[in-house]
T-cell receptor
Framework: EPEVTQTPSHQVTQMGQEVILRCVPI?????FYWYRQILGQKVEFLVS????????KSEIFDDQFSVERPDGSNFTLKIRSTKLEDSAMYFC?????????????FGPGTRLTVT | GENVEQHPSTLSVQEGDSAVIKCTYS??????FPWYKQELGKRPQLIID?????GEKKDQRIAVTLNKTAKHFSLHITETQPEDSAVYFC???????????FGKGTHLIIQP
């Protein structure tokens, strides 16, 4: 069964550095999402992406965040200047159609640690 | 925006007993309610979902009920087994939005 994949599984970076988290959504899916989960807390929506543009973003997704679909398979989340509070698990998800028509399937996550 | 409340935060049941987790939501325009199971250090996995045109959905030992009038939905797990131990998250899609709003999670512990 196809799954969403993410790399790296763990990223450690220093405050102020830029990081890029990578995701490969399920191949026939058209909608892509990023969520984050601070340790021990709930999953929070960051952004959704469809047809090469952002379709929705939350208050968390400020100017330091950006997303890109650089090619036909990858979907990336860039954090320009990381802060300590950006430390979290970042999940990518994809769905074949938009919510609520289709289910969202999550990747295994990238644990980002900002020191 | 949408707000989802989930209770209880921790639920301990004897193996073989039933478990019920409850969620409420605030946006009456929401019409999609998935449940995810997350084992320690792993991805959230969709286990069941319900859309607003039905009141109940069942898949083997798992069922979900939805009361749109009261704006609450519940997960029911019968004949619990040790492998059911995990954190369960409810979520709601705010009407017309793509992003899911999650509850805070319920840590389900199955006692042998």
């Amino acid at each position: 069964e196809p799954e969403v994949t993410q790399t790296p599984s763990h990223q450690v970076t220093q405050m102020g550095q830029e990081v890029i988290l990578r995701c490969v959504p399920i191949s026939n899916h058209l909608y892509f999402y990023w969520y984050r989960q601070i340790l021990g807390q709930k999953v929070e929506f960051l952004v959704s992406f469809y047809n090469n543009e952002i379709s929705e973003k939350s208050e968390i997704f400020d100017d330091q965040f950006s997303v890109e679909r650089p090619d036909g398979s990858n979907f990336t989340l860039k954090i320009r200047s990381t802060k300590l509070e950006d430390s979290a698990m970042y999940f990518c998800a994809s769905s074949v159609l938009g919510t609520p028509t289709a289910e969202q399937y999550f990747g295994p996550g990238t644990r980002l640690t900002v020191t | 925006g949408e707000n989802v409340e989930q209770h209880p935060s921790t639920l301990s049941v004897q193996e073989g007993d039933s478990a019920v987790i409850k969620c409420t939501y605030s946006d009456s325009a929401s019409n999609y309610f998935p449940w995810y199971k997350q084992e320690l250090g792993k991805r959230p996995q969709l286990i069941i979902d319900i859309r607003s045109n039905v009141g109940e959905k069942k898949d083997q030992r798992i069922a979900v009920t939805l009361n749109k009038t009261a704006k609450h939905f519940s997960l029911h797990i019968t004949e619990t087994q040790p492998e059911d131990s995990a954190v369960y998250f409810c979520a709601a899609e705010g009407g017309g939005a793509d992003g899911l709003t999650f509850g805070k999670g319920t840590h389900l512990i199955i006692q042998p």
